[in-house]
């Protein structure tokens, strides 16, 4: 898969295409059945699919401070779109310059100028332009006067998730931030995943005999609540199932929230600068202050015993 940011990376021999546009944050199963629609059509057309996207999100942009929680950082992104078989990634760069354009001009410049798109595929909702001024309408109006198509996909995916409200990146994290990663990885099709790289911490877990992973996430990461979850870490190109702790480790006072990942069985890992993701599968329990080391002690080695039944069945 080809992956460009901006408009001038895109080759000057790129021929016509069937083109998606959105945040796509998460990638999520509504996401899916839009990209997989649209490398099915490219396919059936004979030319190449493009997802375009941005960075960064545009109400960080639109209304500064205002950044959604992350559900999959840019390149992860680009990793689950490339796996749908997609023949492109376009990576626009959101400015304010870029905020003012009409949909007219965004349709121009990039749909006809640069991608040379015969079919554009999208869900109901779709906005586009200056103040989310385009829509569907607006879009096949304006892709009729230039040959191009105009295909909505119906991305209603709905399941047991927030009491079967429609799959969404909104209810993804909202699931995420209230500790139901098992609904959040129904929305996902997959487990939510945090990653970043893995740094020194307070090292209490060594010392207890639960060395963990403490990493430092991407910056507008959608953090699970605080709790123990069971999952996986992955690191150095091995997954490894983990008891998996968020929060600030009230037993000893912290004030630091951390995302910490012990890798369960494994005895003698170096994992300090290392870049790692923690996926994660259920939650355990909320976060607790001991009375005691030894009761610590004794909770830890359930939430592995637990974590590693749970990682075993899934």
């Excluded at 626009?92 to 349709?107: D, Q, V, Y």
Aim: charged share 25%; aromatic share 6%; hydrophobic share 40%.
């Amino acid at each position: 898969m080809q992956r460009w940011r901006g408009l001038e990376e895109i080759p000057g021999d790129w021929g016509r295409s069937v083109v998606t546009i959105g945040s796509f944050d998460g990638v999520h199963r509504g996401h899916q059945l839009i990209i997989n629609r649209a490398v099915e059509r490219a396919r059936e057309l004979g030319v190449r699919s493009v997802v375009v996207t941005f960075d960064p999100h545009p109400s960080e942009v639109v209304r500064p401070g205002s950044h959604p929680p992350l559900l999959a950082p840019q390149p992860r992104r680009a990793e689950l779109i490339e796996e749908l078989g997609v023949d492109a990634v376009l990576v626009l760069p959101f400015t304010t310059e870029f905020s003012k354009e009409s949909p007219e001009e965004f349709f121009r410049q990039v749909l006809v100028d640069a991608l040379h798109a015969c079919l554009v595929v999208e869900g109901p909702n779709f906005r586009f332009g200056h103040r989310a001024a385009g829509d569907v309408a607006l879009l096949a109006e304006l892709g009729r006067a230039a040959d191009c198509g105009v295909e909505v996909v119906d991305l209603q995916v709905r399941g047991a998730a927030g009491d079967g409200e429609p799959f969404s990146s909104t209810l993804t994290r909202r699931l995420v931030a209230g500790g139901d990663v098992a609904g959040a990885g129904e929305v996902l099709g997959r487990p939510h995943r945090v990653e970043g790289v893995v740094v020194r911490g307070a090292q209490r877990g060594r010392e207890l005999g639960f060395p963990t992973a403490n990493v430092d996430t991407v910056p507008h990461s959608a953090i699970p609540a605080d709790g123990v979850y069971a999952g996986w870490l992955t690191a150095d190109g091995e997954r490894m199932p983990a008891a998996i702790s968020v929060g600030t480790n009230p037993t000893f006072d912290g004030t630091a929230r951390t995302v910490e990942a012990y890798a369960i069985d494994r005895v003698g890992l170096d994992l300090y600068g290392l870049h790692a993701a923690v996926e994660f599968l259920a939650y355990l329990r909320g976060m607790e202050k001991f009375d005691s080391i030894e009761a610590l002690l004794d909770r830890m080695a359930d939430d592995v015993k637990r974590s590693r039944e749970l990682t075993d069945a899934g």
